[in-house]
């Protein structure tokens, strides 16, 4: 290999990870459970050495090396999931019809939205947990996508629609996303 035109970044794996790599999957295990991902693109190249994942392209091209940034960050996300874990608040706000949430499964229903008659639903992604008060909702998990996606999918469900949106503030917004299980509820 020409080693000239080679791009690549470094990540530190923590003590408390195990990271293993069998072709281009990676497979991080820490004391909150376990995550694996698969980094298909035929442009970069993955390897441990020591305690350092090391992810390289040898195409001098932008779009190679934003590659390499990205299974960076994944891989990053990975660790911090495993180690803390992911949770993002979110606010349930209205103004005359109170709303009421369900969670049935793998999909959360939304009752009494701005007072129709008929339930909105939203999907809930992979393995999480969700915490509910009178006002909020807590949603964590170790996969930082799984937990973000469920949020915005709850989010997107409460989208108002025909409406003024300046006047019909009804919905439910993530107001917080932390890293670790520090939020608690307020009961």
């Known amino acids: 290999m020409d080693n000239k035109s080679v791009y690549e970044q470094r990540i530190e794996i923590p003590s408390e990870c195990q990271v293993s790599l069998e072709d281009?999957?990676?497979?991080?295990?820490?004391p909150k459970g376990t995550l694996e991902r698969s980094f298909p693109e035929?442009?970069?190249?993955?390897?441990?050495?020591?305690?350092e994942l090391i992810a390289s392209t040898h195409v001098s091209r932008k779009r190679a090396k934003a590659l390499v940034g990205t299974v960076v960050a994944h891989v990053r996300n990975m660790m911090l999931g495993v180690r803390l874990g992911y949770e993002y608040e979110m606010k349930i706000v209205y103004s005359h019809f109170p709303i009421t949430v369900e969670q049935q499964g793998d999909t959360m229903f939304i009752k009494n939205f701005i007072g129709e008659r008929g339930?909105?639903?939203?999907?809930?992604?992979g393995d999480i947990k969700i915490r509910t008060t009178e006002d909020e909702i807590f949603i964590s998990g170790?996969?930082?996508?799984?937990?973000?996606?469920?949020a915005a999918n709850i989010q997107q469900a409460c989208k108002i629609r025909d409406k003024d949106r300046r006047v019909f503030l009804d919905g439910i917004y993530v107001i917080r996303k932390t890293k670790g299980e520090t939020v608690k509820s307020i009961v």
């Open 24 to 30: 281009k999957t990676v497979t991080v295990t820490g």
């Open 42 to 51: 035929p442009q970069t190249t993955i390897k441990i050495e020591g305690n």
């Open 119 to 125: 339930m909105r639903s939203a999907q809930l992604i």
């Open 142 to 150: 170790i996969d930082i996508e799984h937990v973000s996606q469920s």
